[in-house]
């Protein structure tokens, strides 16, 4: 496989329910990104991890846990999470973190949460 | 607190004819400038970008214009083609700081 992809491509889950969502990039990048859309918004970023840090979290409830267990591999863990996380999540990888740097995404996420 | 916005949701235009996508940002730190298109279904892919020290960059049918006094960037599409009816995103950097527009959805008519 090449490029960004994402597992699984939908998903319907209850408040109570614990899911994850996994990212994987073949790209050789050391940048990696977490991405909500929600209709008709921006993107929002999330999570930004570089060389398997943490190196940004913008202020994303505790319901989202994320883990970069290697350069190659990004999860978010969901837990209780409300109707209104309902949206398309993106995962994303550059060679840096750089804003210069072109960001590669996968195909997605759709999440919906009843 | 929108950073960049795209406030056209949606554009129509005829084959062959010019496609104009309008973006507007509000930091002045910002120094670089891209543009993404998303098909359904699939991510966003990288179009285009330029630097602020330029206000023009051309490849192929795109173009995209920046005028730094106004905090804004267009994308010219010429001519446009059925094939580029997508959803386009404005993102503005600074630093490692990226942030998106909304996005515009452009349809090209046969």
């Known amino acids: 496989e090449t490029g960004v992809t994402q597992t699984p491509r939908h998903l319907v889950m209850g408040m109570t329910n614990k899911k994850s969502l996994k990212c994987e990039q073949h790209?050789?990048?050391?940048?990696m990104y977490w991405y909500k859309q929600s209709a008709k918004k921006p993107l929002e970023l999330m999570f930004v991890?570089?060389?398997?840090?943490?190196?940004e979290n913008n202020s994303v409830p505790s319901r989202f846990s994320p883990e970069c267990p290697n350069s190659s591999h990004l999860f978010l863990h969901l837990h209780t999470l409300q109707p209104e996380d309902s949206a398309l999540y993106l995962c994303?990888?550059?060679?840096?973190?750089?804003?210069?740097?072109?960001?590669?995404f996968g195909p997605g996420t759709r999440l919906t949460v009843l | 607190d929108q950073q960049v916005k795209q406030n056209s949701p949606s554009l129509s235009v005829q084959e062959g004819r010019i496609s104009i996508l309008n973006c507007d940002y509000t930091?002045?730190?910002?120094?670089?400038f891209l543009w993404y298109k998303k098909y359904p279904a699939e991510g966003p892919t990288f179009l285009i970008s330029?630097?602020?020290?330029?206000d023009k960059n051309e490849d192929g049918r795109f173009t995209v214009f920046l005028n730094k006094s106004a905090k804004h960037l267009s994308l010219h599409i010429v001519p446009s083609q059925p094939g580029d009816s997508a959803v386009y995103f404005c993102?503005?950097?600074?630093?490692?700081?990226?942030?998106f527009g909304a996005g515009t959805r452009l349809t090209v008519k046969p």
């Open positions: 994303a990888s550059s060679r840096t973190t750089s804003g210069r740097a072109e960001q590669f």
């Open positions: 790209l050789g990048h050391n940048a």
């Open positions: 991890y570089s060389l398997e840090e943490r190196v």
């Open positions: 930091n002045s730190m910002f120094d670089y």
């Open positions: 330029i630097s602020s020290i330029k």
């Open positions: 993102a503005a950097s600074g630093g490692n700081d990226m942030r």
